[in-house]
């Protein structure tokens, strides 16, 4: 009996040591390309030659996000892709919550068939899309201007739409029935009830809109080549393009792109767990 006790706990000891080793290389497969980054957007171009790569920098510099922003006026990109997330963000979560509440919670004909052939969308692949949306916006004039960026994407997603349904429809019926007997309207019940028991989704459905506008390049690209409604994406593949051996630069302007997600991610990971936590639960 003493041995099987030793041998189930020599076993689950193992079994600990081989999960945490398997976590530890995922972490460190996530983390080393970013810190990559970082290290050597602070090198010098002589530097990343004479030490190469993946050695450590022998001097840190801020010349190159200097460069980005006296050199190749780095702001511009930086204060579009802001505003294109900024209507994104602001279109989709007005558009999404009205909508998703509608069908969680209002009668009207054919409400169901109208849900699923909207969701439905969800399996159309987006590069499906791209042509006639890229001939709509010509014919429309909307090319290489700002409203042709955000004009296809802004009114509500599929997904948006499904994953607040969901939830909605979870909130128990009888507080919406109490709240109607003092005197709560439909707005007052969304915004003062619906809303704030539904704020950890809110935030990851947030932060999943401003990560993937954010790092938007394929419509971007296609319907504004123009310089001055360039995204960071958009231009940083073109100094990529046209500065294919300054990996220094490159580096820079990948880095300034990537931060500011991380610091809204480690703003809201709480928030994030939690909503998890209840999307698992229910």
């Known amino acids: 009996m003493a041995t099987k006790r030793r041998y189930r706990k020599k076993n689950s000891i193992l079994a600990t040591a ?3 080793a398997v976590l530890i290389a995922g972490a460190l497969i996530t983390v080393l390309p970013l810190v990559f980054s970082i290290t050597t957007s602070m090198r010098t171009e002589r530097d990343l ?3 190469g790569a993946l050695s450590l ?3 840190l510099t801020f010349d190159n996000y200097v460069r980005l922003f006296t050199e190749h006026d780095f702001i511009v990109p930086l204060a579009v892709t802001l505003q294109v997330v900024l209507v994104m963000v602001v279109g989709q979560f007005f558009s999404s919550i009205l909508a998703a509440y509608a069908f969680a919670r209002l009668e009207f004909p054919g409400r169901q068939i109208l849900f699923w052939a909207y969701i439905s969308t969800m399996m159309i692949p987006a590069i499906v899309t791209m042509i006639p949306l890229f001939t709509m916006m010509s014919q429309w004039g909307m090319r290489n201007t700002f409203a042709g960026i955000v004009a296809p994407f802004m009114l ?3 997904y948006a739409i499904f994953l607040l349904r ?4 979870a909130l128990p019926q009888e507080i919406l029935d109490a709240a109607e007997l003092d005197g709560a309207g439909f707005w007052r019940q969304l915004w003062s009830i619906v809303l704030p028991m539904n704020r950890p989704i809110l935030v990851t459905l947030l932060l999943i809109t401003v990560v993937s506008q954010w790092n938007n390049f394929l419509w971007p690209s296609i319907v504004s080549p123009r310089k001055e409604w360039n995204v ?3 231009a940083t593949a073109g100094l990529q393009t046209q500065y294919a051996a300054n990996w220094t630069l490159v580096m ?10 991380l610091i809204l991610f480690i703003a809201f990971n709480k928030q994030i767990v939690r909503s998890i936590g209840i999307s698992s639960l229910k």
């Open 232 to 234: 960071l994406t958009v």
């Open 252 to 261: 820079a302007a990948t880095t300034l792109s990537i931060l500011p997600l």
């Open 156 to 158: 509500g997603s599929p």
């Open 57 to 59: 920098p022998h001097e």
């Open 49 to 51: 030659v004479q030490r």
């Open 166 to 169: 969901q939830n909605f429809m």
């Open 18 to 20: 081989l999960t945490y």
